[in-house]
């Protein structure tokens, strides 16, 4: 149990923590020191009609389901964002999430300001959203060279693709710039922490202060 939760009097709805950044700015290794060290925070799980991989378990890394699922889910309004990426389709389901948020659990959501933006259409209120920034197109290219994942051609194209997606920071709440990972990692975990206390994520917030008042 965290400290958080032991010392929680009041009861809270979640938040959605949704991270986006160009590749090689670091989101994703911040994302995972942040589930390493918040307890209260997991990660969101997308659906996918494209067959798991070796390894791959239903409900861990993907909701592994149908194309014909995967359109009545549309159909219904049963995604928070969704997309077609090549041949397959992706999407978030709204109720594991909703089932979180409503148990004081928080998400953490990896996607770009595409998907941002439909999640935004469907759940503004709880959102809080972290841009990463890369300090600078250089070292951007550096840490693409040395993550070794890409060839040259990819990572020319990941770079192409960088200044259009840095180019819709405004739509975000919080800029962070990744100089150093801890010292990025210490920032979000601010930013959460802040965001967690705002007084309309208290729901309990009312009787507690109607209770303390009769209490005078």
Known sequence: MSNESKNQIIDRRGLMLIMSSPSGAGKSTISRALLDCEAELTMSV???TRPPR????????????S???YHRMVANGEFLEHAKVFDNYYGTPRKPVEDALSQGRDVLFDVD????????????????????????????ERR?????????EVV????????????????YDYIV????????VANVRSILHAERLKRERQIGLHDFVTELCGEG
């Open 177 to 184: 710039i990744n100089v150093d990972v801890a010292e990025s």
């Open 113 to 140: 300001w595409q998907g941002t933006q439909q999640i935004a259409e469907n759940a503004e209120k709880d959102l809080v959203r972290v841009f990463i920034l890369p300090p600078s197109v250089k070292e951007l």
């Open 54 to 65: 070796p390894g791959e378990v239903d409900g861990r890394d993907y909701y592994f389901i």
């Open 67 to 69: 194309v014909d699922d």
């Open 144 to 152: 693409l060279y040395n993550r070794a994942q890409d060839s040259e």
């Open 46 to 48: 997308s659906a996918t």
């Open 156 to 171: 020319k194209k990941r770079m192409a693709k960088a200044a259009s997606e840095m180019s819709h920071y405004f739509e």
